[in-house]
């Protein structure tokens, strides 16, 4: 089953596909670290390191994707003098949110209508490596030391690491 979403996500990643966001989804940089991440004026042009806000990432929104990078629209007070850049897959997250520990489930596809993969039952970070409709793909470690890819639904996650989003 890993092996199926490890190809999955090569296919994704390499596929050059590019995707528009009708509703740019909001999201953080520096979901795991934080260390600077690179940040792109193109897709092959290397802009700059940007360096965290002063407790977490900063809160973006993604307006594209396109070959394993996200075009993301920055705050004004972040310190990168462009606002609209890319970054790499797996530079921006996600929190799922589960307060009620309702079991929140991460599938094969982007589609309820998949193979259920994994239950998440308390709230976590993840990092996305990719948006399809209504659902992203986050690689996420859960607190048994898991760690999982797979596709959750985007009405349980929360791209501001310092509100619920309620």
């Not at 596909?17 to 092959?44: A, G, M």
């Not at 009620?100 to 308390?122: C, F, G, R």
Request: aromatic share 12%.
């Amino acid at each position: 089953m890993k092996s199926l979403m490890f190809y999955t996500l090569i296919i994704l990643l390499a596929s050059g596909c590019t995707h528009r966001q009708k509703h740019p989804f909001e999201v953080f940089t520096h979901p795991v670290s934080l260390d600077s991440i690179p940040v792109f004026k193109k897709l092959d042009k290397f802009l700059a390191y940007l360096q965290p806000d002063e407790e977490a990432g900063w809160i973006a929104r993604v307006i594209r994707q396109e070959k394993g990078f996200f075009k993301i629209i920055l705050p004004q007070e972040c310190n990168i003098r462009q606002k609209k850049v890319w970054v790499k897959a797996g530079d921006i997250g996600t929190i799922i949110q589960n307060y009620d520990s309702v079991p929140i489930w991460m599938y094969t596809e982007p589609t309820t209508a998949s193979a259920p993969l994994q239950k998440i039952t308390s709230s976590a970070i993840g990092c996305i490596y990719g948006i399809q409709d209504q659902f992203v793909l986050l690689k996420v470690t859960l607190n048994d030391g898991t760690c999982w890819l797979g596709w959750v639904e985007k009405q349980y996650l929360c791209g501001n690491p310092y509100t619920t989003c309620n």
